[in-house]
């Protein structure tokens, strides 16, 4: 990640903040305002000052992008020049792509009054244009840097969509959902609730069809055993 001419000591540490956040930990600053090192920078970076003790810094765009074979500029502004644009995950996709064949890949971040200059658009070799609001598109140049590092840890690590925590239960087994459905029907049997008679087998297919398909725990059908006995005690037969 190069920070190009960044201005203030706090968006350089959010950078790095957000980029040790997703696993990324190179951070290259071209001619930051405020000079170097930065106190500022190092409070926000919190846990991540290791990323500026070892950051390259450099005064220019060209020596900071000298040794890279493929470089990414983020803008929002129309340049005029014929370059591929990409969304950040697409960028990050060929990113990934081109570091496994062993090739080297920065992404440069324009300073956060104006962003990048022309003459370090054109030296990338495309564009990354993030798909926000059209009536406010500036990005702050911490978030512009954490949203492009997300779409990298997306493309380079292997992440369930959806996990279901147990804690210190487990998923129930489908012979002790039946057996709580049975224990169930028998008790809604004794109160009267399968009424009116013809109705009643598509009232236990309903029943049976709930407790089938929810992902139910050991926990949650103690829970439903206690709830049907607490019920027992205070209810009586129906009257026909």
């Excluded at 003790?53 to 983020?74: K, P, Q, R």
């Excluded at 512009?144 to 804690?167: D, F, H, I, P």
């Excluded at 109160?191 to 236990?204: A, L, N």
Aim: glycine share 8%; with cysteine.
């Amino acid at each position: 990640m190069v920070l190009v001419k960044p201005q203030m000591g706090e968006n350089i540490g959010a950078a790095a903040r957000a980029m040790w956040n997703f696993g990324l930990d190179r951070m290259r600053i071209v001619a930051p305002r405020d000079g170097w090192p930065n106190s500022r920078a190092v409070a926000m970076a919190s846990g991540a000052g290791r990323l500026l003790d070892e950051a390259m810094v450099t005064e220019t765009s060209a020596e900071a992008t000298a040794d890279l074979n493929y470089i990414f500029a983020t803008t929002a502004r129309p340049r005029d020049m014929v370059k591929p644009v990409m969304t950040p995950e697409h960028a990050m996709r060929l990113a990934a792509r081109k570091i496994a064949a062993g090739e080297r890949v920065g992404v440069l971040f324009g300073a956060e009054r104006a962003g990048l200059e022309n003459e370090d658009v054109v030296r990338a070799n495309a564009i990354i244009t993030v798909p926000v609001n059209p009536a406010f598109a500036s990005l702050n140049l911490g978030q512009c840097v954490l949203l492009t590092a997300y779409e990298w840890r997306r493309q380079v690590t292997e992440a369930e969509g959806e996990v279901l925590e147990l804690g210190r239960t487990r998923m129930a087994e489908t012979g002790e959902v039946e057996r709580f459905v049975a224990a169930l029907t028998e008790r809604l049997e004794a109160t009267g609730f399968f009424w009116p008679e013809h109705k009643r087998p598509s009232m236990e297919a309903n029943l049976r069809n709930i407790f089938a398909r929810a992902p139910l725990t050991d926990t949650d059908l103690r829970t439903f055993y206690g709830v049907v006995r607490a019920l027992a005690e205070r209810s009586g037969p129906r009257e026909s």
